[in-house]
């Protein structure tokens, strides 16, 4: 193998990290946004808003995420619905995650100790205000940890955008050790190349978040 | 002395309007002398369980009143009841001459919806054991949260407000420090101020102290003496304070079973206790001491 094809082997890869690390972080932002409004709903003292949340939740989260895709690409289009590719992989994985997240959310909102909502009532917020100053605020720093293990989740489901067309980071390491047919050496970096992501991108973002979002719970030692 | 006669002699003029409602029993538009807050054949129950069956139970303007009873006969059922933390099963509980858990529909009293039930819950506040302060916010935003949010306050005023009341609790120096940062008497201390901020005509006090280490209970019961002195504030107070009871309340009301067994004056109910079931509450609280 010459010089020439190796590099572009290399940029190849380096290309399919990126939209892999592009994909991860718009479909992130679409299943943390999605997860909280789904499971707001989801908690909702109102049927009308509850039953949507709690289909939602099943059907995404109940159904394979490739099939998934295959038919927000190959399906919609049959009913006059044609996206993108890149509109497929942000939204088609990041509604799916959603479903996850709105669970999520669910569960930290349920945490919230019982005293909580009765020092709102006594202070007589309205539930929108008590939801949104008291509750939310808590159970937010509560499920981050968990957000954090289902971004990692997110992120290794990027490689199913291969199926609809996106070369990605997995698909542009197998091509690369199919052309060479080094599959030690590629594989490995391919590895690699999502523990990179996971711990430089993913963690570090959800430790920022922590540490901003969690006055009052840590105590704060004395300088 | 001259304290206890002053007081038997507002116990005297008070009992006298409570004479007076009870013949005048529907009429309620008696604007002067009308209860602070009337159960009104109260029932609740927890499925099978009939945790207080009709209570009655009228308290007057600026009244104080605490209750004591053994555990589980319904004390602190009672306080939520009125702070709407429970629904009722039976009966009608008023505040300030309006019904609280219904409203007047075409003459009739119907279960009171979510609007009028956060119109009325406005005159009273509620002080809880475990203290249930917002982690996330400082002493002072706790203070203010509610001022800004229902009321609608500015932030400079409900600011103000709030530092004032901390200040009166003698926490001033401890604004900005969160929940987690304080000991358990200066958490309730923050939880009364919390209150007071949203200025309510009734105060509930659910064994304020029952969470503190001995020596923290004198701080909160202090600031609680200065309330009722000088605040027009009606109190209602579960205690286990037998002490603060007899010196504090112009009422004491001995629970039982779900039922006011007895009550009177702190001096009738501790000095002279006429039920069988209050005495032995009583011997039994004393010898524990
Ligand atoms: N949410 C609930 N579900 C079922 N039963 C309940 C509930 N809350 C209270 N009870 C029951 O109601 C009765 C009265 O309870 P309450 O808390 O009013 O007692 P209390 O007088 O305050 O007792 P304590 O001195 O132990 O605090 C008890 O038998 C209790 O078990
Ligand atoms: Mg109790």
Redesign the interface.
């Known amino acids: 193998m010459n010089e020439f094809a190796l590099s572009l082997t290399f940029s190849a890869l380096a290309r399919g990290l990126l939209v892999t690390a592009a994909v991860t972080m718009a479909a992130s932002l679409v299943a943390v946004t999605m997860g909280l409004v789904v499971g707001l709903c989801r908690v909702s003292p109102r049927r009308s808003v509850r039953w949507p949340a709690i289909v939602y939740i099943e059907f995404f989260r109940g159904t394979s995420l490739l099939v998934q895709l295959y038919w927000w690409f190959f399906v919609l289009p049959i009913f006059g619905v044609a996206l993108s590719p890149w509109t497929v992989a942000i939204f088609g994985i990041g509604v799916c995650v959603s479903s996850y997240g709105a669970e999520l959310v669910r569960a930290a909102i349920r945490a919230v ?1 019982r ?2 909502y ?2 709102s ?6 539930r929108a ?1 008590m939801m949104r ?2 509750i939310v ?2 159970a937010i ?1 509560a499920m981050l940890p968990a957000w954090g293990t289902l971004l990692i989740e997110l992120l290794k489901g990027t490689s199913l955008v291969f199926f609809i067309t996106i070369s990605e980071f997995t698909s542009s390491a197998k091509s690369a050790a199919d052309a060479t047919g080094n599959y030690l050496f590629f594989f490995a970096i391919a590895l690699l190349g999502y523990y990179i992501v996971a711990r430089g991108l993913i963690t570090p973002f959800v430790r920022w978040l922590e540490s901003h979002l969690s ?6 030692t004395a300088p | 002395m001259i304290e206890h006669n002053v007081r038997l002699g507002k116990m005297m003029t008070r009992s006298k309007v409570l004479d007076h409602l009870i013949r005048d029993k529907d009429n309620v538009s008696i604007a002067m002398t009308q209860p602070m807050v009337r159960f009104e054949n109260v029932t609740k129950r927890y499925g099978a369980l009939t945790v207080l069956d009709g209570l009655n139970l009228d308290i007057a303007r600026n009244e104080k009143v605490s209750i004591i009873g053994p555990s589980g006969s319904g004390k602190t059922t009672v306080l939520r009841m009125l702070m709407t933390l429970e629904q009722i099963n039976g009966g009608v509980i008023w505040v300030d001459g309006e019904p609280l858990t219904h409203m007047n529909k075409h003459g009739q009293l119907v279960p009171a919806s979510e609007r009028h039930l956060r119109r009325v819950r406005a005159k009273i506040g509620m002080v809880f054991q475990h203290f249930n302060l917002f982690p996330h916010l400082t002493a002072l935003q706790n203070c203010i949260e509610a001022p800004v949010s229902v009321l609608g306050l500015s932030r400079q005023e409900a600011e103000a407000r709030g530092a004032e009341l901390l200040d009166m609790v003698g926490l001033g120096d401890k604004k900005n420090h969160y929940p987690i940062q304080l000991s358990g008497g200066q958490k309730q201390r923050v939880a009364i101020a919390r209150a007071l901020a949203m200025r309510p005509k009734v105060m509930l006090f659910d064994e304020v102290t029952s969470a503190l280490d001995p020596e923290l209970v004198g701080e909160v019961l202090n600031v609680i003496r200065t309330l009722g002195t000088e605040h027009d504030l009606t109190m209602l107070m579960v205690t286990h304070q037998m002490a603060f009871a007899k010196e504090f309340s112009d009422r004491v009301c001995f629970f039982h079973g779900g039922k006011i067994a007895e009550q009177g004056t702190p001096d009738q109910l501790f000095g002279d206790p006429q039920n069988e079931r209050t005495k032995q509450f009583l011997s039994a609280v004393l010898e524990a001491r």
Do not use: K, W
């Not at chain 1, 009532?121 to 309205?126: G, Q, Y």
């Not at chain 1, 006055?215 to 704060?220: D, E, P, S, T, Y």
């Open positions: 100790d005293g909580q009765e020092a009532i006594a202070l007589n917020f309205s205000t100053r008291i605020p808590q720093r006055r009052g719970f840590v105590r704060i």
